[in-house]
Structure formats: structure tokens, C-alpha cells
Nanobody
């Protein structure tokens, strides 16, 4: 069994910063890509940022230069530092990970989601 547990999020004024963290636990053999997605009310879930096992980062155009993704492979964690937040960043943010278990089964896992609200 694999779990992704998120922390961080909350309410912040425009221009402020927040930090999201996600920890993966369970029967993990290998974590491939880890990343963050978000879903605003009435919109589809979209990729915010992802980081491969080789540490190649991919960002949505809307967050480039403001958000930074990082991961600690020794702790199976991924972090999203969000600076210069805008009201348009308001959404539920989901941690995502491509994980292979000790049973050699590879699946895509999601966290429970954490709310980020940016007031104007």
C-alpha cells in the first residue's frame, strides 16, 4: 500500500508565499516522477510542476519564475515553493507520484489535495 500525504496550503494575500510538501510512504521500491497538479472550481486538473527521478523539472507556463519544485529522494518527499502568488493560483493542489512497489507493480498515486486560496 502506498500513501501520499500533503501538508501546507492555506490562505495568503496576493504577492505572498506558500510551501507545499508531500511525503510518500508504503512499500516503495522506486519513485519515478513526482509532481503537483491543481484544480480550480469549474476547471480541469492541470499540471503545475513535475520533477523526474533524474531531477529534470517541468513547469506550467503560468508558474514559471514563481514556483520551484524540489524533491528529497532519501525521504521520498516533494516540495513546491510558491512565491508571488496570484488570485489565479487559487485551487486545490494535488501531489502526484509515479511509484513502483516491491511487488514490481507501477502505478500513479494521488494525495488527498490541499486548498490554496490567494486573496486580492
Amino acid at each position: 500500500q502506498v500513501q501520499l500525504v500533503e501538508s501546507g496550503g492555506g490562505l495568503v494575500q496576493a504577492g505572498g508565499s506558500l510551501r507545499l510538501s508531500c511525503a510518500a510512504s508504503g512499500s516503495i521500491l522506486r519513485i519515478n516522477a513526482m509532481g503537483w497538479y491543481r484544480q480550480a472550481p469549474g476547471k480541469q486538473r492541470e499540471l503545475v510542476a513535475s520533477l523526474s527521478n533524474g531531477m529534470a523539472a517541468n513547469y506550467a507556463d503560468s508558474v514559471k519564475g514563481r514556483f520551484t519544485i524540489s524533491r528529497d529522494n532519501t525521504k521520498n518527499t516533494v516540495t513546491l515553493q510558491m512565491n508571488s502568488l496570484k488570485p489565479d493560483d487559487t485551487a486545490v493542489y494535488y501531489c502526484n507520484a509515479d511509484i513502483e512497489t516491491f511487488r514490481r507493480i507501477r502505478n500513479n498515486y494521488w494525495g488527498q489535495g490541499t486548498q490554496v486560496t490567494v486573496s486580492s
